[in-house]
Structure formats: C-alpha cells, structure tokens
C-alpha cells in the first residue's frame, strides 16, 4: 500500500485545444485505446460520445494516466484519432483514442523549431581541442586532463 500513489485507471483532468499540442512534446511512444465493453459496461457509448464531441470542437482531453497498480501517474494527452475508410470501403485507419505521454518541466529542451543556433570561433576552438584531446591515448598523453590544464 506504500507503493500505491493513486488507483490505476485514467483520471480526466480537462481539455484544450489540438493546436496547442505540440510534436516535440510527445516523448515516448503512445498507447492506442479503444473501448472494452466487457470489461466495462457502457464504456463503448461513453467512448463514441467523447470522441465524437473532440473531433467535432478539435480539442485533446489532459488526462493523469497511471497504467498498472504501484505505478507513478503520467500527465498524458488523449487524442481522438478519425477512422479512415480507403476506397475499396476497408478500414485502413481505426477510432480510437492515442494516449500521448506529455513532458514535465526537467523533459522540456530548448527546442526551437526554424531557429538556427551558431557557434563563436572560441567555442569552436575549443570544442576542436575537447575532440583533438579525446582522441589521444588517455594513459599516455592525459587525455582531457592535459587540456583542463593548458
């Protein structure tokens, strides 16, 4: 019972609008769910009824996801995926729902899309010496410490 932080199951916190989610904020790959009518009664009309409704207002739900018992909770991004249908009238795409696993603060980068990042000469002189020095036989030459010394 020490190990258990909350029940396992998901928990809906809220939701917000699709075009806020971002790529770079998915960092593990997602869960597909569909509802399990014999596991939970109702959970297919519950199931069609949220699905359709993000769908329709373009929206994910904020979800705290906690996937087995004694388990740490996720803060996760429910995602309403559109069945596709191809032209022979099969299903190449299920509904459903992915479950995106979202970052806290320490999994955020400084990633900024379309912004290119350049380096002064020093630091280029510099990491040209981390390399030349790295390369070198450490047992011989010092390695790293020969250039923390220089």
Known sequence: DLKKVTEKG??????????ELQMH????????????EDGVQGS???FAALHAAMLKQQKYAVVRFTPRAATIPYLCALVAQEEVIDED???????????????YQDD?????????????E??????????????????TSGGFFKLAQT
């Open 25 to 36: 904020h998915n960092i593990r790959g997602p869960y597909f769910l569909y509802p399990d």
């Open 89 to 103: 009238g099969e299903q190449s795409v299920p509904p459903g729902m992915n479950v995106i696993y979202l970052p």
């Open 108 to 120: 955020i980068r400084n990633f900024r899309p379309g912004v290119e990042v350049t380096a002064d």
């Open 122 to 139: 020093g630091a280029v002189a510099a990491a040209r010496k981390v390399i030349v020095c790295s390369s070198l036989d450490t047992a």
């Open 10 to 19: 998901i928990l809906l916190l809220g939701f917000k609008p699709r075009s």
């Open 44 to 46: 297919t009309a519950a």
